[in-house]
Each structure stands twice: as C-alpha cells, then as structure tokens.
C-alpha cells in the first residue's frame, strides 16, 4: 500500500537494464486521471480490478501530451478478447485482421485491444500476409513490451496508468514528441510492407502534431508508395478522411507532394494541383474545412470530396460538350433532352466511377456530392420560379458555399454568388423585384393548339 502511495506521487525512476521501458511520473508528464475521459478511466479500473494489466494508450496519451484534447480513448490489456468480454455486460468483440472488443461506457465506446506478440514463425504464431507482405490477419497475442515494439511510431507506443498517473515509455516517444521528431519503430520498409496506410498515417501526424519525419522513416516512402494500391478502398478511404478532416489538410496535402504519395490517392488529384486556378480552389476549400475543424464547426465530407474532385468533372463535361458539338452524342445521354446537363450527370458519374476503384467512398457521401454538383448550373437561372426552387433543394447550403468557393478562385463571376447571398437573406416582394428578366432561349414558344379531325356525321 505504502509503495503504491509513493509511485502515485513521484513515479518510479527509470531503470537501468537495457530494453526496460521508462516509467514517468504525473510530476514529469503532467497528465492526471481526471484528465481522460470518465468511461476509458472505468474500463482501465475494472480490468485492473479483475486482476488485468489495462492502459489508456496510443494516440490518446500523444494528444494529451501535445495539448490537444483526444477525439476517443484505445485501451491495452494483457486480457484475451474472450476475457475483456466477460468483464463487460455493454461490450461485443468485432474484427477480423485484429480482433478488439468495443466496451460501452453510458455514451463512450472504448477499443479495448490485448497485447500483440511477435510473429513466431517456429512456434506457429505466424500472420496471415499477401504476396506484398501487408498483413490481412493477425491475431497473435503478446507482452506488454512486444506489444509496444509492434506499434508504428514511438509517439504512438505510450502507456498511461490513471490509477498510479505514470506513462510507459518502451522507446523513448515523450523525447521524440519533445524533439519533434516522428520515428518509426523497427524497419521502416518491413513496417510500410505490413500496413502501406503507415505511410499516409506519417503524413497525418506529422502535420498535426507539427513533427518532422524521421529521415530513416521519410527515405522509403516515396520508392514503396505503389504499396499503397493494394490497400483495400475502404480503408483507404477511412485514412483519406481522417486526413483531410484533421485540421491541418492544407499541411497533410503538401507533405503528400513532398513525400511522392498524392499521385493515384485521389485520381489525378496531381494534375489538378499542377493548374493556378485547380490549386486555388482547392486549397481554399481545404483552408475552409481547417478553420471548421478549429472552430469546432461540423464539416461535410460530401462538401470536401466534390471540391477536390470538381475540376476532374469540369474536364469531362466540356469534353463531352465539345464531342457532342461535334455531332456526337454522349454516351447515356438521352434523346429530346438538352445535352449540357446529361452530360454533366455523365461526368459526374465517370469521375466517380474511376475514384470508387482506389476509395471505397460511401452511397450517402456520393449522393451528398453528387447533389452540391448537380445544383452548380442551376445557380445560373436567375429568372421565374427556377431560384425558388433552387432554395428549397436539402443541399442548397452546400452547395451555395461551393458556389462562393468557385467565386473566390475566379473560375465564376463573383457577381453570381453575391446575387444569391442577397436573394437568400431576401424575402417577399424585395427577392421577387431580384429576379431578372428571362433570356431569349428561355421563353416559351406558345404551342400550337392541335385541332381535332372533323366528325363527318352519317347520312
């Protein structure tokens, strides 16, 4: 009892034989367990309690330590799946390349992970991997300390008791989150052939955490970035988001030029980048969904994928504008119908087509993209009914900030996105008198009224 006293307090010291890890105390790393979330701190107590190592560990404890409050809480434990499971009555065991178990604490759920081992191959505890090496199953249960050399980045193989407030430090992370640096643990070429997504999970703390990459770690990416093809699409898509949602996209997407890894990620994404006006507005967009994210705003995942794909739908819409000028009618296209607009419905499906072959992105994020696009040229109808019915669209607010983002990069006149934003605030009469008058081509031509045959009566 005495000895837990003083560990809680002052934290033991740092032993001395190699491979031992550094055990820090609350007075060096600042971290108190009312500082975690209430249900990470039950579960870690209640696995401790039934005789469990438990730790609130990975990117949680990096994020305290940088001063940046944790969006969720991952625990480790040196309990099976089978055995977490039994210690929860709210909990159920899901994943196959890795089985965890989801703990439900009131409105919290906590990832609950046992302790990986390393591969054996002698002793059978082999992984299942592909051809490349990424593992596809691994269900290979371990120590505390393989557990930490198995995990990708010394920032990321922290540990942190809340019943004693010590952090378990196997390789030195809190000095590399100190220096700036981010390292990656073992080989860096074995570890990007396990899981190619540590490559785009570099870039990704990198920005945020404000880091540099370790050279050893930076040299590998750009030659093994063809790795990356053969992540499946959702996960892909999943570190894709978590990306470009981080807050710091502006600075993910340069350090993804910098490290080669921007060429086939979004298809062409590169070539849009390469063109002054593709560049700037995408940039503003991701300027757009940063401040979001600071301001603690909610962001749209349609909104972010429609701005970065938009100009890919640009180039296949005057593509097959211009082969239907030339007499050819687009593919899919339907006939007595004006081509501007199946076309555009064409492109939009071409470009998403080619993007669900490298990210496995959702039906309801499509139809939220689809939907900001489709309404871009009917911001151009000004007259009649067509804005009001523009207004009642469930996208509009969407797809109005895509119109202001395409006014700012000067692909459309700023003079559209000011008549909309006053005919939104308007109201009555006053958003009536805004309507203009209607083109030429606009008007209705009066049909002819068709006359019956003559009824001949019979004799």
């Known amino acids: 009892m005495i000895r837990k006293l003083i560990t809680r307090v002052f934290g033991r010291k740092t ?10 105390g609350v007075g060096r790393h600042g971290i108190r367990r009312d500082d975690i979330s209430n249900g990470s701190r039950r579960t870690v107590e209640t696995l401790q309690e039934q005789g469990y190592k438990a730790y609130v560990v990975g990117g949680a404890v990096r994020d305290l330590l940088a001063g940046i409050t944790p ?12 055995q977490v499971r039994h210690c ?26 046992t302790f990986r081992g390393h591969h054996d191959q002698l002793g059978g505890n082999k992984s299942h991997t592909d051809d490349q090496g990424r593992v596809l199953r691994d ?76 050279p050893e770690a930076s040299r590998p990416i750009r030659e093994m970035s063809e790795l990356i093809e053969n992540v499946p699409p959702s996960r892909l898509f999943d570190e894709m988001l978590k ?12 350090q993804l030029r910098a490290e080669g890894l ?18 700037r507005f995408v940039m503003l967009a991701l300027e757009s969904t940063d401040r979001r994210v600071r301001e603690g705003k909610p962001i749209s995942p349609g909104f972010l994928f429609a701005t970065l794909l938009w ?29 501007r607009i199946p076309a ?75 008549w909309w934003t006053q005919f939104m605030n308007r109201d009555g009469d006053a958003r009536a008198a805004m309507l203009l008058p209607p083109k030429p081509d606009e008007k209705k031509k009066r049909r002819r009224r068709k006359r019956k045959p003559a009824t001949v009566e019979p004799e």
């Open 15 to 24: 032993p001395g034989a190699p491979g031992e890890p550094a055990v820090i």
């Open 71 to 82: 969006k969720d809480y991952d625990v480790a434990t040196n309990a099976t799946p089978e």
């Open 88 to 113: 929860f009555r709210r909990s159920r065991i899901i994943g196959r390349r890795f089985q965890i178990v989801h703990v439900m604490m009131g409105a919290e759920t906590i990832e609950v992970t």
């Open 139 to 214: 269900n290979v249960f371990g120590s505390e300390k393989e557990d930490a050399a198995r995990r990708d980045f010394t920032v990321n193989a922290l540990y942190f008791d809340p019943v004693s407030e010590t952090i378990i430090d196997y390789h030195h992370g809190v000095a590399d989150l100190k220096q700036k640096t981010l390292r990656m643990i073992g080989d860096p070429k074995t570890r990007y052939r396990e899981d190619p997504v540590r490559m785009l999970r570099a870039v990704r703390l990198a920005a945020k955490l404000g880091l540099t990459i370790d």
């Open 243 to 254: 990306l470009l949602t981080s807050g710091h996209a502006v600075q993910c997407v340069q």
């Open 262 to 279: 921007h060429h086939g990620l979004l298809p062409l994404l590169d070539v849009i980048l390469e063109q002054p006006l593709g560049e």
């Open 311 to 339: 100009h890919e739908v640009l180039a296949k819409w005057e593509a097959l504008m211009s082969r239907g000028s030339e007499g050819e009618t687009p593919t899919r296209v339907p006939a007595r119908i004006p081509a």
């Open 344 to 418: 555009l419905f064409l492109a939009m499906d071409e470009v998403l087509d080619v993007q669900a072959e490298k990210l496995a992105i959702t039906r309801r994020i499509a139809g939220d993209i689809k939907d900001i696009w489709a309404l871009q040229p009917r911001f151009e109808q000004r007259s009649g009914k067509r804005p009001y019915g523009v207004l009642e669209q469930p996208r509009f607010k969407a797809a109005y900030d895509f119109l202001l983002l395409r006014a700012e990069s000067g692909e459309v006149d700023g003079e559209l996105g000011e």
